[in-house]
């Protein structure tokens, strides 16, 4: 891996751990262990009711 920052700097996020041998369905920024629960976890988003997150536009 080779990393180059800009004049404004840079910021990056590495992580790694143990695959867990579960389904998982991605939607956007989501990710969990059925498509029924992650779209219902994006419409509770867009919804604003995920208190700490930022409502989607």
Request: proline share 5%; hydrophobic share 40%.
């Amino acid at each position: 891996m080779e990393l180059t920052a800009s004049s404004r700097g840079a910021r990056f996020l590495v992580g790694s751990g143990v695959p867990l041998n579960q389904p998982a369905f991605m939607l956007g920024g989501f990710c969990l262990s059925s498509e029924a629960r992650t779209r219902a976890a994006v419409s509770r988003y867009r919804a604003g009711e995920m208190h700490g997150l930022l409502t989607a536009p």
